[in-house]
């Protein structure tokens, strides 16, 4: 049997650490483990490109570099012999370029056809409604993975289908919504924090999938990005015999043994049958239908939870190493956010509060009353902290997003943590309770009104 894990980042795992999970009991180790590329899984891949004018328009041509880099894409091999990929363009309406079946030779024709028809709508979430219902309606692979990638600048203008329509049917189906956001050079923040960017970066957020953002010059190294984090995703083998005449209902998942046994399972209904094989090929096929894209969560001491997108900034510097000398390794979040709900932040009804408990704000109450929270030394920051030499200009931000409040790193110099994890490219669910440390500051995230 084989199965597609979503390990965290930075856990290593070997098959004398991870077992097949059945009933919410380990049985046996995993026989191999291997990265996605190197298997015999296939990608099933729609990509879907805004062609609206709005990518055609600018001076810097957005829809002319997303071209190029799909055909630098396409001829450095991104793509291996099984994998099956689709071309849509969307405008005021969808085109389908390239389908799945058509050779990939055809790929390089099919983009240059990347080009705007004078539409003036952006119906960019009813075209990728329209792509969910594509895979819906071709015909399921064993061990195969379905998922969408979106290059657009987000503007929606008259879809008939909504954000949550997407997100509701992309859940559904277990297909993955990768993105990357074309921003402009000269207001990179506010198109990704307050533009339309910050809508797509949501939906990649909630389905699972991979989010980045580009500049002018930076399409390419996005969309590689997101090809190779889903080339290295792990799959595990299983040598495993079913017995159908005592195993009707099992719940298949995987225990990865680290600090602590933490087991995630998908439920899988299966009817009982005297013939062992049809067992095998009916988990494999529950496996591509369901995707079963298993989190294995490594928590030691964290109350907070999971965020599934990997965010990826193109271009952007690495982290200087940070100035503690016992810091906890950064654990990859998993891949699907469980937040706990927050009211929406006005002036005077705070979303939460954070509530000094060491460095220079010890003891100090901060409203969260904005859906964008910003925390550094600087001035300009809704908090403020000049006192702690340890905290950057803009260190850190606090995003209320649909509920929910989201904390991310700004590429800090000493790094950002929620209870005993830094933060690097991921962003993180926070809870009350919650811990959240900068420099030498640390805060705990209270209620709004009982404090």
Same mark, same amino acid.
């Given at each position: ?75 450095? #091999?991104? +793509? ?13 309406? %969808? ?19 990347? *080009? ?33 990638? @979106? ?23 277990? @297909?993955?919504?990768? *993105? ?7 207001? *990179? ?30 399409? +390419? ?74 989190? @294995? ?34 654990? #990859? ?24 408990? %060491? ?73 009350? #309770? ?18």
């Amino acid at each position: 049997m084989s199965l597609l894990v979503e390990l965290p980042a930075n856990v290593t795992a070997d098959t004398k650490n991870i077992y097949l999970v059945e009933d919410e009991t380990a049985s046996v180790p995993a026989n191999t483990i291997q990265p996605f590329k190197l298997s015999d899984w296939s990608l099933r891949y729609i990509i879907s490109v805004d062609a609206s004018g709005s990518m055609t328009s600018s001076g810097d041509m957005p829809l002319s570099e997303t071209q190029d880099a799909l055909k630098t894409l396409f001829a450095e #091999g991104g +793509f291996r012999s099984q994998d099956r990929v689709a071309l849509i363009a969307f405008e005021d309406r %969808s085109r389908i370029l390239h389908w799945f079946d058509d050779k990939a030779e055809d790929a390089e024709e099919a983009i240059d056809r990347l *080009v705007w028809l004078g539409g003036q709508k952006t119906i960019l979430y009813q075209s990728l409604y329209e792509s969910l219902e594509h895979l819906e309606h071709v015909d399921d692979e064993p061990r195969e993975r379905r998922r969408i990638l @979106v290059i657009s600048d987000g503007k929606d203008e008259g879809s008939e289908k909504t954000f949550t329509e997407v997100r509701e049917k992309a859940l559904e189906m277990g @297909v993955q919504i990768d *993105v990357v956001a074309r921003v402009r050079k000269d207001r *990179v923040e506010e198109d990704l924090l307050q533009g339309f960017a910050q809508d797509i970066r949501a939906l990649a957020d909630e389905t699972g999938g991979v989010f980045a953002y580009a500049e002018p010059g930076g399409v +390419f190294d996005g969309i590689k990005q997101i090809v190779d984090s889903v080339m290295l995703k792990t799959v595990v083998e299983f040598s495993r015999d079913i017995d159908p005449e005592h195993r009707k209902t099992q719940r298949v998942g995987v225990l990865l043994r680290d600090e602590t046994d933490v087991v995630s399972t998908i439920p899988a209904e299966i009817p009982k049958t005297r013939r062992p094989l049809t067992w095998i090929w009916l988990l494999e096929l529950i496996g591509g239908l369901l995707i079963l894209t298993v989190v @294995v969560m490594v928590w030691r001491r964290q109350a907070g939870t999971k965020i599934e997108s990997d965010v990826v900034p193109v271009g952007s510097g690495q982290p200087e190493p940070s100035i503690e000398k016992n810091v906890a390794p950064d654990r #990859g979040r998993g891949e699907t956010i469980v937040s706990e709900w927050f009211p929406k932040p006005s002036s005077g009804h705070p979303a939460a509060v954070l509530l000094g408990t %060491s460095g220079p704000p010890s003891g100090k109450r901060v409203a969260i009353e904005k859906s964008m929270f910003r925390i550094g030394a600087n001035a300009d920051n809704d908090l403020c902290i000049e006192d702690d030499e340890y905290v950057s200009d803009h260190h850190a931000h606090i995003l209320y997003q649909r509920g929910s409040l989201l904390l991310y790193d700004e590429h800090s110099t000493n790094g950002t943590y929620l209870n005993d994890d830094r933060l690097k490219d991921k962003a993180a669910a926070v809870h009350l #309770g919650n811990r959240i440390r900068v420099g030498k500051s640390s805060f705990k995230v209270v209620d709004g009104e009982s404090g």
